[in-house]
């Protein structure tokens, strides 16, 4: 019996510490996104309204600026992500992203169809958590 009852505790904590083992995840980029066609996106803006999203395109109009702070100056960059057919979301992510014109990402982030801050009005925009080379 007291074998038994051993074995028993044994695989309770054996499977309770299971779920512990998995890879830690940045809680900054880490976030459960859709990956969704940017033309879906356009079509519907209303219902992924502060989505998290996955999108997929190709880079043009880059541009990295800066805003004030305070008394702190911050850079950041935007850039319009298109697919295939021309159709396009802007991205803003804070900080100096080396992106080119032409290169082809992966972008991990919440959908802002319309969003004012004192410092970037967001327009059909996605707020980068998480850019990538696709």
Same mark, same amino acid.
């Given at each position: 019996? !007291?074998?038994?009852?051993?074995?028993?505790?044994?695989?309770?904590? %054996?499977?309770?510490? &299971?779920?512990?083992?998995?890879? *830690?995840?940045?809680? =900054?980029?880490?976030?459960?996104? !859709? =990956?969704?066609?940017?033309?879906?996106?356009?079509?519907?803006? %209303?219902?992924?309204? &502060?989505?998290?999203?996955? $999108?997929?395109?190709?880079? *043009?109009? $880059? &541009? #990295? =600026?800066?805003?004030?702070?305070?008394? $702190?100056?911050?850079?950041?960059?935007?850039?319009?992500?298109?697919?295939?057919?021309?159709?396009?979301? +802007?991205?803003? &992510?804070? +900080?100096?992203?080396?992106?080119?014109?032409?290169?082809?990402?992966? $972008? #991990? +982030? %919440?959908? @802002? @169809? @319309?969003?004012?801050?004192?410092?970037?009005?967001? @327009?059909?925009?996605?707020?980068?958590?998480?850019?990538? =080379?696709?």
């Amino acid at each position: 019996m !007291r074998t038994t009852g051993l074995f028993l505790a044994t695989a309770v904590i %054996i499977a309770l510490s &299971s779920g512990c083992t998995q890879k *830690w995840k940045d809680p =900054e980029v880490a976030m459960l996104a !859709r =990956e969704m066609d940017i033309t879906a996106i356009l079509l519907d803006p %209303i219902i992924y309204d &502060s989505a998290a999203l996955v $999108v997929k395109g190709m880079v *043009w109009d $880059v &541009s #990295t =600026e800066k805003m004030t702070a305070g008394d $702190v100056e911050v850079e950041y960059t935007i850039f319009k992500l298109a697919d295939r057919d021309g159709n396009y979301v +802007g991205v803003f &992510s804070l +900080g100096h992203l080396d992106v080119n014109e032409g290169d082809r990402l992966k $972008v #991990t +982030g %919440i959908y @802002r @169809r @319309r969003m004012e801050t004192a410092y970037y009005n967001f @327009r059909n925009d996605i707020e980068a958590m998480l850019v990538e =080379e696709d």
